[in-house]
């Protein structure tokens, strides 16, 4: 996983909603139905701007404004698509 959608997430600048349902996944199954709950646009919006912002605060708070995605799932989902190291 961190081979494929890492780089992807990384030269596109966003999580699909695939993408962002297999790292939920992957991090926790007990989210799956909640994180099912997002849209594409959604996730596309939120990640785009997670992954953009230079507010370390904002980094790990907006992606918890999606369904089924708390701190631990954030932080994941930094660690796969941000430039920087989580």
């Not at 230079?54 to 989902?77: C, D, K, Q």
Request: charged share 25%; with cysteine; aromatic share 10%.
């Amino acid at each position: 996983m961190v081979s494929e959608i890492g780089p992807a997430v990384r030269d596109r600048g966003y999580y699909t909603r695939a993408e962002f349902l297999e790292v939920c996944q992957w991090k926790t199954a007990r989210s799956k139905s909640r994180a099912a709950k997002n849209t594409e646009d959604d996730v596309r919006e939120a990640t785009r701007v997670a992954l953009s912002v230079t507010a370390e605060p904002l980094r790990i708070w907006i992606p918890m404004a999606l369904s089924g995605v708390s701190w631990p799932t954030a932080s994941v989902l930094l660690h796969f698509g941000h430039h920087d190291r989580y």
